[in-house]
């Protein structure tokens, strides 16, 4: 231990260790694998990563000060990205800094798949050894699987032949063998009848992770298991984690190892509620985004973090699960599908394979909305395909009072069209705000209101604009702050009041417009390439998909004008591709066959996307009829003109000032 180096001790965690003075604090904190945020990746944007501020900080930096003169930043605050420990100190992480442990919702759906599995077991009889016919056992063995099972030229891992006589002798000559298909060989010998073989399918989100534990002879789900991805401490969005490693030469060790050991935390986890091991693992298939999928594979990413966006390999990986540090079964083998395009990964190719839009003559749009809005369009005939750089809006990120989906998040929000009173739901509490037993309820559930998650933000903007509240061109309007006091003054604009703490501000409003305009254009973008002017049915995928309520969707115009019941969520889709290439090896070379059928567009080159970004600003869209949706829901007619409306804004403005809304 040097004498020069220093103690930090972070709070309310306990977590210690000894750094050399001088080190940014939020570099301490992922040493330490500390509770502490970041969205922005470490460069002082998103203030997140802020902590209590204590003797042994450095001085207040140009960056804090910086930051202090465009958002709140308490006098006791640091930011933890730049300001460094120079001596001994005792760091409190507060409560709103902490990455709040995610609610992932990705539950196993029930569909019918064909059972056929790349591993198969084998039981078989093996000739004992005989002076007169001297054949070793391993040779012996593959006989009896070649006589008994029609294999023939098997391979055979070295672990299982350094094994393998032992387990013969204890099977008295009778063993169980585990063979891979695809392969051709023999990944696992256990002595006697063994019926059951196990595989893992898992959706690696740039948010959460979760996985499903199959039993590989029945395709039944035995366990689902999730968690959020512990690369979030590097940055919320997948830019954020690419600028880490730029930033930091080496850093794709650090990124790489923490989504690794998410897997084998989650792999412990869910053979332990199957009352099972790691060691019961045989094969493992895994879909991500293309950042994840290279990174899951050790592939550095940083060429996806700019033009021309080159992905490393865009085909399917097949690996031993022991060469990406996964620890199963010796014998596992991973299998990750291919990616589509530098932005359009093995997520999206699993949401094709689970939804096969090719065997349908309806043109099916699907999408899943992420950091980035991954979008197929397609039927019999043809698929194409783009990525939309929405940002993490829909997912909290960047909202004054956004956050991810943990208990206490609003979720639902109702607002009264006369009085503008909101009404809210929040996760882990079963009843609306306004039963008289909502203040229990929560106190009984151990939660309290926070924040607004992904659906929740959806769901206020578009109450909002229905209530009149935001206009159409997304301003709020600042005339009610004359008649209610939940509309209020936020420094040069307006917000509405969802709670004591909990506001929706004009910067809030935009966000979301810049992120629904990104996803809507890159739809119509890839409209405009099949010559359609409609499309016959849209499903929203992953767990964003899962929760909006469509009917809100459509309000903001996130999606083209569509009949709202051929409008439907697809679950964990792609999850369930992963679990479809996992118990059907026949569907990993369906998947790779219609990779390679997909057109690929580049939005970046697109000039038609920024007409139809612009246009898709405006709430729910500035040329698009929306039609079907009109029918079903009566739209608030165009906003007056705007001079008018400002006029209105400094006189309401006026009448309700406020210190609590948010700038």
Not at 179 to 190: K, P
Not at 335 to 361: M, N
Not at 366 to 392: F, K, Y
Not at 612 to 631: E, G, R
């Amino acid at each position: 231990m040097s004498e020069a180096e220093i103690q930090i001790v972070f709070t309310p965690s306990g977590r210690r260790g000894r750094f050399a003075p001088g080190v940014k604090v939020l570099d301490a904190a992922r040493t330490l694998g500390v509770d502490l945020d970041s969205v922005c990746g470490g460069r002082g944007i998103c203030g997140r990563c802020q902590v209590t501020d204590t003797a042994g900080l450095s001085a207040f930096s140009k960056t804090e000060a910086f930051y202090k003169e465009r958002r709140p930043l308490a006098d006791d605050r640091r930011l933890g990205c730049s300001c460094t420990a120079e001596a001994d100190c005792v760091i409190d992480v507060p409560p709103e800094s902490q990455v709040h442990r995610q609610v992932v919702r990705k539950a196993a759906e029930a569909l019918d798949i064909e059972i056929e599995p790349t591993v198969r077991l084998c039981l078989v009889e093996v000739v004992e050894p005989d002076l007169h016919h001297p054949r070793s056992d391993l040779q012996r063995l593959m006989d009896a699987l070649e006589g008994e099972w029609g294999l023939s030229h098997l391979k055979c891992d070295l672990h299982v032949a350094q094994s393998l006589q032992v387990a013969l002798r204890q099977g008295n000559w009778q063993v169980t063998a585990a063979i891979n298909l695809e392969e051709q060989a023999i990944i696992a010998v256990y002595p006697g009848f063994h019926e059951k073989a196990y595989g893992l399918a898992v959706d690696v989100g740039s948010t959460t992770i979760a996985a499903d534990l199959c039993n590989l002879e029945t395709g039944e789900v035995v366990a689902s298991v999730g968690r959020m991805n512990p690369q979030i401490r590097f940055g919320e969005d997948l830019m954020s984690r690419v600028s880490y490693i730029m930033m930091n030469p080496g850093g794709e060790t650090d990124l790489i190892a923490s989504v690794r050991d998410a897997l084998n935390e989650l792999a412990r986890d869910a053979t332990a509620k199957a009352g099972l091991s790691p060691a019961d693992i045989l094969d493992l298939t895994f879909v991500g985004n293309p950042i994840m999928h290279h990174l899951v594979l050790g592939m550095n990413p940083v060429e996806l973090g700019g033009a021309p966006f080159a992905l490393t390999t865009d085909g399917p990986v097949r690996v031993r699960a022991t060469e990406i540090g996964l620890n199963l079964h010796p014998g596992a083998r991973v299998f990750a599908l291919p990616c589509i395009a530098g932005h359009v990964g093995a997520d999206s190719a699993s949401v094709v394979l689970a939804e096969r839009p090719d065997l349908s003559q309806a043109l099916t749009l699907l999408v899943d909305v992420g950091t980035n809005a991954e979008i197929v369009l397609g039927d019999g005939q043809r698929l194409i395909a783009c990525s939309s750089p929405t940002g993490p809006a829909f997912e909290g990120a960047q909202i004054s009072g956004g956050q991810r989906a943990a208990p206490g998040a609003i979720e639902r929000v109702r607002i009264d069209r006369a009085t503008l009173e909101p009404r809210i739901k929040v996760i882990g509490c079963d009843i609306w705000s306004d039963d008289p037993g909502f203040d229990a309820a929560l106190s009984q559930a151990g939660v309290a209101v926070s924040g607004l998650c992904g659906s929740g933000i959806i769901e206020v903007i578009a109450e909002l604009f229905l209530a009149g509240v935001i206009l159409s061109d997304g301003t709020v309007n600042g005339d009610l702050a004359l008649t209610s006091p939940r509309v209020v003054a936020s420094g040069p604009t307006f917000a509405y009041q969802v709670t004591d703490k909990v506001f929706v501000t004009q910067n809030d409003v935009r966000a979301i417009q810049l992120a629904k305009a990104a996803l809507y254009a890159g739809i119509r973008l890839l409209m405009d390439h099949m010559g359609v002017d409609h499309v016959d049915r849209i499903r929203l995928a992953g767990a964003f998909g899962s929760h909006i309520d469509v009917k809100y969707a459509m309000v903001l115009g996130m999606l083209p004008d569509c009949d709202l019941k051929q409008v439907s969520s697809a679950g964990n889709a792609a999850g369930t591709g992963a679990r479809i290439a996992l118990l059907d090896r026949h569907a990993r070379t369906t998947i790779a066959d219609l990779v390679r059928r997909v057109e690929k567009i580049e939005t970046a080159v697109e000039p038609a996307f920024q007409a139809h970004f612009v246009n898709a600003m405006a709430i729910p869209h500035k040329t698009d009829p929306f039609t079907q949706l009109k029918s079903e829901i009566d739209l608030p007619d165009p906003p007056a003109d705007l001079g008018q409306r400002r006029g209105g804004r400094r006189a309401g403005r006026r009448a309700h000032p406020t210190e609590d809304a948010p700038q």
